[in-house]
């Protein structure tokens, strides 16, 4: 099994319609991220949360929403999706005190 | 504004010669330096990194040069091999309060042809 396990891996949803995007680690890390990737735009840093109780805004996180659910476990809502949110979503993990993030394989989304 | 940057959008190159990947930054405070590489339909997986503290940082066939004083660093990839071929992030952090949290440039597509 993967390590960072991100579902649904592909989405097509209507615009106005909420969605959600699930994490799940078994790295037993504190840290957990999700980042979006547009093409020719990089990596760009949704929300974040070293742990359970905590909770951190990215650069773009207008039009999403979180939730820890446990350690092992970071969703991502998209409360009224729009064609904008059409993009590639990583979640990733890391230890705390390092830099090296491991990253899930990816959901494409796509807003219609 | 972009404080990592790769300017080069795409990057071509014959195997068995070297790839050099270039990024730059703007942020005199970030202290450390990564490199990551992306396979189609893959999550991104880290490479190399690089501490400001030195200027050079060599694992196998990738090495990475930091230039602090330009604020520029480069991957280079030696002998470049087809399965290199990938998209390249370059990725700074300034370590605000220990989080650890990299800003990533917008990547370089790196083809190598047989």
């Known amino acids: 099994d993967a390590d960072v396990t991100q579902t649904p891996r592909n989405r097509i949803t209507k615009t106005g319609k909420r969605i959600m995007l699930e994490c799940s680690q078994t790295?037993?890390?504190?840290?957990m991220y999700w980042y979006r990737q547009d093409p020719g735009l990089g990596l760009r840093l949704i929300y974040y949360?070293?742990?359970?109780?905590?909770?951190n805004k990215g650069e773009i996180s207008d039009g999403y929403s979180v939730s820890r659910q446990a350690q092992a476990k970071f969703s991502l809502s998209l409360e009224s999706a729009i064609p904008n949110q059409t993009a590639l979503y990583f979640c990733?993990?890391?230890?705390?005190?390092?830099?090296?993030?491991?990253f899930g394989s990816g959901t494409r989304l796509t807003v219609v | 504004d972009q404080q990592v940057k790769q300017n080069s959008p795409s990057l071509s190159v014959q195997e068995g010669r070297i790839s050099i990947l270039n990024c730059d930054y703007t942020?005199?405070?970030?202290?450390?330096f990564l490199w990551y590489k992306k396979y189609p339909a893959e999550g991104p997986t880290f490479l190399i990194s690089i501490s400001s503290i030195k200027d050079k940082n060599e694992d196998g066939r990738f090495t990475v040069f930091l230039n602090k004083s330009a604020k520029h660093l480069s991957l280079h990839i030696v002998p470049s091999q087809p399965g290199d071929s990938a998209v390249y992030f370059c990725a700074a952090s300034d370590f605000p309060g220990g989080s650890y949290i990299p800003t990533f440039g917008r990547g370089t597509s790196l083809i190598v042809h047989p």
């Open positions: 990733a993990t890391s230890d705390a005190g390092t830099f090296s993030y491991t």
């Open positions: 790295k037993g890390h504190d840290r």
């Open positions: 942020n005199s405070m970030f202290d450390y």
């Open positions: 949360s070293f742990d359970v109780k905590d909770i």
